[in-house]
């Protein structure tokens, strides 16, 4: 390393540390979000670390707004950062930043769609969103979801991991169910082993079977990469019993063993 690099990064490492400094997280309202949320402990004390480090950098990063007079106080943003934090780990926040923007609702948000049905006519319907993700953000989450994580994980269900694993699934630009994989891991594999376990899902969930991810995976592999995602991170076993192959790509991506930590 040069001595030009050395200094850059020396700078980038101070302007880390001012930045933690800027939003440091009170001892009290991380634990009470530890226990709030339990499945953001991964039980390492580094991994804790990295994560309250990460959830100060999100949160001097990202920009929240409160829509419908909804007003984000403390617990609420670093619910949100804690869990969006949770997938990119290892990987470090540079992963999102493609958008800054973060729209909390009180509720799910009732947004107008077009349908078109079979006779090609066009149907304007009401859908109810608990999370809604764009390219280029904002990203958009419903606190009562949100909210409710601590709970619904027992499920395999989470709303901020969903939405978060639709930003990284977006970063390349495609909703293709594949995120900006490091060089270890193969591309064409990657879609290869994901269609073959989406298309067994999309079976099972024609077939009516009990599934142990959220049928609303069957409706697109953007959407199945999102839900196997909320599993993995709430519910690894299930995952693991389900789609062993997923578990594996998922493991490899989130988690790569031999990893640092990123910034
Ligand atoms: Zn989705």
Redesign the pocket.
């Known amino acids: 390393m040069g001595l030009w690099q050395d200094l850059r990064a020396g700078w980038h490492t101070r302007r880390e540390a001012a930045a933690v400094n800027r939003r440091p997280i009170p001892d009290k309202l991380w634990r009470r979000t530890l226990k709030r949320f339990p499945f953001l402990s991964t039980g390492d004390p580094q991994d804790e670390q990295q994560l309250r480090r990460l959830t100060s950098l999100f949160l001097d990063r990202k920009e929240f707004s409160g829509a419908h007079g909804l007003e984000i106080t403390d617990d609420m943003a670093v619910a949100i950062a804690a869990q969006a934090c949770l997938p990119v780990l290892r990987m470090g926040l540079g992963a999102y930043d493609g958008f800054v923007g973060i729209v909390v609702h009180p509720g799910q948000a009732v947004v107008q769609r077009e349908r078109v049905d079979d006779d090609g006519v066009v149907h304007v319907v009401e859908e109810e969103l608990s999370?809604e993700t764009v390219q280029g953000g904002p990203v958009m989450l419903s606190w009562r979801d949100v909210r409710a994580s601590g709970a619904t994980a027992q499920d395999g269900y989470n709303v901020v991991i969903?939405?978060f694993a639709?930003v990284l699934d977006l970063a390349d630009g495609l909703p293709d169910g594949c995120p900006l994989l490091p060089p270890q891991l193969s591309k064409p594999r990657w879609l290869a082993d994901m269609h073959k376990a989406y298309d067994e899902f999309c079976r099972q969930v024609g077939a009516e079977e009990d599934t142990e991810l959220d049928p609303y995976g069957a409706t697109g592999i953007?959407?199945f990469f999102?839900v196997a995602s909320e599993t993995y991170f709430t519910q690894p076993d299930a995952l693991r019993r389900a789609f062993a192959q997923v578990y594996g790509l998922l493991d490899a991506y989130y988690r790569p063993s031999a990893g640092t930590p990123g910034e």
């Open positions: 999370g969903h939405e639709h953007d959407e999102a």
